[in-house]
Each structure stands twice: as structure tokens, then as C-alpha cells.
């Protein structure tokens, strides 16, 4: 490869690297966008009182050997990651011992409900149960 030609590629491959992190910039929302109806959060009380409360406290404040499911320290382990991510986990881990009985809607509810505890303000539109649309918002613990 000639010296013109591997300069010419670095150049390239950095512009993809910046347009990249353009998108990456500019993709559409956080948490912090109103990303579920207050209706939903109200329902996700609800189920999570049935499911999670007993271990993550009522007022998900964490108990003797769940951690905290709102809180500074809880928004920062997800700080960066998706609101799928985040989904992913309640989904195929939780409650620990039957991650099935609860369902996919009902997990998309408990998780309008936590983003609420956790300060994110309601909004218009459903938080969806499906992985795409959830991971085109990003968690954030500050707006
Ligand atoms: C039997 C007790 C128990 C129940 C019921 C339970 N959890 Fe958990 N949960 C835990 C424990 C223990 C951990 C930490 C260890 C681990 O990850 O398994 C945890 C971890 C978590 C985490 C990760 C926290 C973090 O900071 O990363 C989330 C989120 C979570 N649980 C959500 C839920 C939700 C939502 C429900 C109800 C659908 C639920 N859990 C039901 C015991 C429970």
C-alpha cells in the first residue's frame, strides 16, 4: 500500500468514526423525554407491588438483599446504557426465581413505574414492551 493511499483510508475511517458519533449524539430520546403516560406508571405500580416490592421495597428503596431500584446509585449503574438494556434485565432475570410469571406488558408497566421513581418525568406515548423501539432511548441519570 502506497503512503497516499493508507492516508487516504485513515482519513475515511475517521470521518465514519465521527459520523458515527454524530448519530450517536443526535439519537433521539432519553428518559428524561416523557417516554410513558403517567396511566402506564400507575399500572407498573401495581405489578411490581405483586412481583418486586418484597424484595425491592415498596418504595423501591432496595431491602436486605435486593439493591435499590431508584436512587442516584441505581440510575448510575445504567447511566449510558438503553432503556432496553434495562428492560432486558427485568426480562429474563427477575423475579429471580420465575422470571415468567410476569409478562412483557406487565415488565414494560413496572419499568414506566421505576423511571418514575426514579424522577423521569410522564409523558404522551406508551413505553413499549418490544426491544427496538425501547432501545432508541437512552438511560440517563441527569437529563
Ligand atoms: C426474591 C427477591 C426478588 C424479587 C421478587 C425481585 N428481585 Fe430484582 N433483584 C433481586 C436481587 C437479589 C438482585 C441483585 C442480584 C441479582 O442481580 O440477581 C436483583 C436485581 C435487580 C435489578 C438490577 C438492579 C441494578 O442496580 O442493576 C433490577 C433492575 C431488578 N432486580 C428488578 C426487579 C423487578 C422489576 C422485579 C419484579 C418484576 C424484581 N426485581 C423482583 C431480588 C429480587
Known amino acids: 500500500m502506497t503512503n497516499r493511499m493508507a492516508a487516504a483510508l485513515l482519513i475515511a ?19 428524561w423525554d416523557g417516554v410513558y403516560p403517567a396511566e402506564q ?8 407491588a405483586q412481583a418486586c416490592a418484597e424484595c425491592h421495597g415498596a418504595d423501591l428503596g432496595g431491602g436486605d438483599m435486593a439493591p435499590g431500584l431508584a436512587g442516584v446509585q441505581f440510575a448510575y ?18 423475579p429471580p426465581d420465575q422470571p415468567n410469571r410476569v409478562s412483557r406488558q406487565d415488565k414494560a408497566d413496572i419499568l414506566a413505574f421505576m423511571l418514575e421513581a426514579n ?14 423501539p425501547l ?9
Open 41 to 48: 406508571a400507575r399500572r407498573g405500580a401495581e405489578a411490581y
Open 13 to 31: 475511517g475517521a470521518a465514519a468514526v465521527l459520523a458515527a458519533g454524530a448519530v450517536a449524539a443526535g439519537q433521539g430520546r432519553t428518559v
Open 77 to 94: 449503574n445504567w447511566h449510558g446504557f438503553s432503556a432496553r438494556d434495562l428492560f432486558e434485565r427485568l426480562r429474563v432475570s427477575m
Open 119 to 132: 424522577g423521569m418525568p410522564a409523558g404522551d406515548a406508551e413505553l413499549a414492551s418490544r426491544a427496538g
Open 135 to 143: 432501545g432508541a432511548i437512552r438511560f440517563l441519570a441527569e437529563p
